[in-house]
């Protein structure tokens, strides 16, 4: 089986067949091998891309030995493109390409064809092998796949200093003529840029390019296929190219003298102005530095770069006085914080400036003599008592008066005062050093010509201590002796406490008082340490005797003036086991002897059920007795109405009023002997006390002038009963168990009552016959 190509390749043909020992193993270069027992042979095939004629394009032709041309042998193609972009005739072995065919989308076709029976489908040979290739044309420009491109150069660069490389793509075959060789060339950015034709190396080729005259530059590249000759196929790609800024130009001030002001009264760090040194460089290269290196003002002023760091800012450094020195002079320079990036030749990278600062006048608060005054005082110092003087001062020129005054928020308690002339400042109460050990009052200070000025001093002043506090027992007042402590066994050991602080500490001294000296139950021991131990001097302790014992103890400080207190230490007898834990602390009920029978038990109870219904009788006859007087049914007059049918006499009666002594008030106090009836003998009439120039009218006396002075009487008189007449009670109290409580027949008897009795009215007269009634006398012992 033959395998024919083209026209180019038929005499390649011719040859294989008249020798049969020749086979193509590439086109046009034969080799002599041992020849295949096989019926057909065949080559390699070459094709052109980019055929563009109307038929199909031919290939070339398939033919096997056993093909005696009676249209019995069909041929059978497979492969990549079998049938879609190759077809063979089944009948003569002609194989077209029926589409276009593209290099760069595939440069090679592998296929497999075989030699068939028409009839019998049978494979006449195996099938083989053989290969499509296509074969390039230059039918592809160059390309920048990345473009266009950025780059930057210093500015300042010299000749030949590389930019940026660039690399233009050719789909082309490298391998097969020229189509892939590129050759750049630059179309725009002449005299400035250049490019290397071979490698695309785009480099500076002019000196000195300031970027402060130009920063951006945009160069046009070529790049063409065919070693750049006639009809070869070209791309381009733009580059911008920045000059990037080196520190090549000096800072310079925009004036050389600023003119700036400033209020006396700015605080310390207010900003009085900024200078600016301007760079035309930019970034880090035009960043400054500032400072101060001559004038009159170095000490008083200050000056710092802003965050910017492009400004200079002046601040004040010190507080200002307009009246001693109204203007300053600084020489401030500025300075690159970059080192120069060319030689000095063209002059240093600093400059100076001339700053006037002026100091305006203002009118400012008073100033006091001190930033902050301390004062000690003791607590019993007297009211009144001078602490100390403070003093302010008018700053300005025309020296105003001042006045002084405690600001009322930091005084709440106004325990102190100050003189607003002179500013002497003083007590006004006792000082509490246990109540408040510290006083922080703050001081104003106001010019008299204008309040609007007014300044603030902190006074502090402490209060030092005194010994004027009692010491006392600390923590408890009541312990406890077990019914079988011994005698000298410690039952308690106390300590004391005093709200005053002595600066060597406190020393307390512990004694028992006088009349607890001797007493033979407990002893106190003072141990030298701020502590006393309570022992006891018996033993045989019993709560049936006597359950508390009261001790006084005598504690004593040890500071000037010495304080002493008593106090009273309970001590409570409570029954303990052996190890002198406490079990109870309250009497032991009496227990009866175990001998004792059920029936007198029974017979004892009865007597006491018995006894107790005897005292309750007795208290409810009691509490039921009858009233001797005005004790019917009509008594309970609650919200009733009394008619009285009775009318009176007018002025002939003359049985209860005298109706004279209020014609003449004046006469009425020599008829001392007639008395008005429904009054005891001694109790006078109430006009005796009134004078009697209140009582006469001009002469002429009247009811209303006696009873205008009675009115005067009673309104100036705290004794005087605040009602017009006094009514007496006959049967007052007839029905309570106290009887009648009436003072006004008891006022005739000056001797002292007997308040015994006050313990048989029942339990609501207790309280009065504990305060009145007569302590008995068999108590026991305190301790």
């Not at 011719?14 to 193509?24: A, I, N, T």
């Not at 590439?26 to 065949?42: C, E, H, I, N, Y």
């Not at 605080?267 to 009085?272: A, H, L, Q």
């Not at 492009?310 to 002079?329: N, Q």
């Amino acid at each position: 089986m033959v395998c024919k190509g083209p026209d180019w390749l038929i005499e390649a043909y011719r040859v294989s067949l008249s020798s049969p020992h020749l086979l193509f193993q590439d086109a046009g270069r034969p080799t002599r091998l041992q020849r295949v027992k096989r019926g057909w042979v065949w080559n390699q095939f070459f094709v052109l891309e980019e055929y563009t004629g109307l038929e199909p394009l031919y290939i070339g032709k398939l033919h096997s030995d056993m093909d005696k041309g009676d249209g019995s042998i069909k041929y059978i193609l497979n492969g990549e493109g079998a049938g879609t972009t190759f077809t063979i005739d089944d009948g003569t072995g002609d194989i077209h390409a029926i589409q276009r065919l593209d290099r760069e989308v595939k440069s090679q076709y592998v296929l497999r064809a075989q030699a068939r029976n028409r009839l019998t489908d049978r494979p006449l040979e195996p099938e083989s092998e053989f290969i499509v290739k296509i074969q390039d044309i230059n039918d592809n420009e160059p390309r920048f796949l990345d473009g266009p491109y950025q780059a930057t150069v210093p500015e300042m660069s010299q000749i030949g200093t590389s930019v940026i490389h660039l690399t233009a793509t050719d789909a082309d075959d490298p391998t097969y003529g020229n189509s892939a060789r590129v050759v750049y060339s630059i179309l725009e950015g002449q005299p400035y840029f250049s490019v290397d034709a071979k490698t695309g190396m785009v480099r500076v080729s002019l000196a000195d390019m300031d970027r402060e005259i130009r920063e951006n530059y945009t160069v046009l590249i070529q790049a063409k296929d065919m070693g750049g000759q006639l009809g070869g196929l070209a791309g381009t790609t733009t580059v911008n190219i920045t000059l990037s800024d080196i520190n090549d130009n000096p800072p310079m001030f925009e004036q050389r003298l600023y003119q700036m002001s400033v209020p006396e009264s700015a605080p310390v760090g207010s900003v009085v102005g900024r200078v600016w040194a301007k760079d035309r460089d930019i970034g880090v290269n035009s960043e400054m530095k500032y400072s101060i290196i001559d004038g009159d003002g170095r000490d008083t002023f200050d000056v710092s770069t802003d965050p910017s760091n492009l400004f200079g800012i002046i601040t004040v450094k010190k507080p200002l006085d307009f009246e001693t020195k109204p203007s300053y002079t600084l020489k401030v320079e500025g300075a690159n914080t970059q080192p120069e990036a060319v030689p000095r030749h063209r002059g240093t990278f600093k400059d100076v400036t001339i700053v006037h600062v002026s100091v305006e006048d203002v009118d400012e608060p008073p100033r006091f003599d001190a930033s902050s005054y301390y004062v000690e005082m003791r607590e019993d110092a007297v009211a009144g008592a001078q602490l100390r003087t403070v003093s302010a001062r008018d700053p300005d020129a025309a020296n105003n008066t001042v006045r002084y005054y405690i600001e009322k928020s930091s005084d709440p308690q106004k325990n102190f005062y100050i003189d607003i002339t002179s500013g002497s400042l003083m007590t006004v109460r006792l000082l509490d050093r246990e109540e408040v050990c510290w006083h922080n009052i703050t001081v104003l200070a106001m010019e008299m010509n204008n309040p609007s000025q007014i300044s603030s001093v902190s006074v502090a002043v402490k209060v030092l201590d005194v010994n004027d506090n009692l010491p006392s027992l600390a923590d408890f007042s009541e312990v406890y002796v077990c019914e079988n402590a011994k005698a000298g066994q410690l039952i308690q050991t106390v300590t004391a406490e005093d709200a005053d602080e002595p600066q060597a500490g406190h020393h307390f001294t512990y004694s028992l008082a006088p009349e607890a000296t001797n007493n033979p139950n407990f002893t106190l021991r003072d141990n030298q340490d701020n502590t006393a131990w309570i022992l006891t001097r018996r033993g045989g302790w019993s709560q049936s005797e006597q359950s508390l014992y009261y001790l006084p103890i005598v504690i004593s400080d040890g500071e000037q003036p010495v304080q002493s207190s008593t106090s009273t230490l309970t001590v409570r007898v409570c029954s303990c086991d052996h190890k002198g834990s406490v079990m109870t602390c309250n009497a032991e009920a009496y227990s009866l002897p175990a001998s004792l029978s059920r029936g007198a038990l029974i017979a004892i109870l009865c007597c006491i059920f018995v006894l107790l219904v005897m005292i309750l009788l007795m208290l409810s006859l009691r509490t039921h007795r009858k009233k001797p007087f005005l004790c019917d049914e009509e008594e309970n007059v609650h919200e009733n109405i009394v008619r009285y049918d009775d009318e009176g006499g007018g002025e002939e009666d003359t049985e209860a009023f005298d109706i004279a002594a209020m014609w003449n008030p004046r006469e009425a106090h020599h008829h001392v002997g007639k008395m008005r009836q429904d009054m005891l003998p001694e109790i006078e009439s109430l006009s005796r006390y009134v004078p009697q120039a209140c009582v006469m009218g001009g002469g002429d006396s009247s009811v209303h002038g006696y009873v205008l002075a009675k009115l005067l009487e009673a309104d100036f008189d705290p004794c005087a009963p605040p009602y017009d007449s006094l009514q007496t009670y006959a049967y007052e109290g007839e029905c309570s168990v106290a009887e009648s409580l009436s003072s006004l027949q008891s006022g005739t008897s000056n001797a002292d009552h007997e308040y015994d009795y006050l313990n048989d009215w029942g339990p609501r007269f207790k309280k009065l016959a504990d305060m009145y009634g007569v302590l008995e006398t068999n108590s026991p012992p305190l301790w």
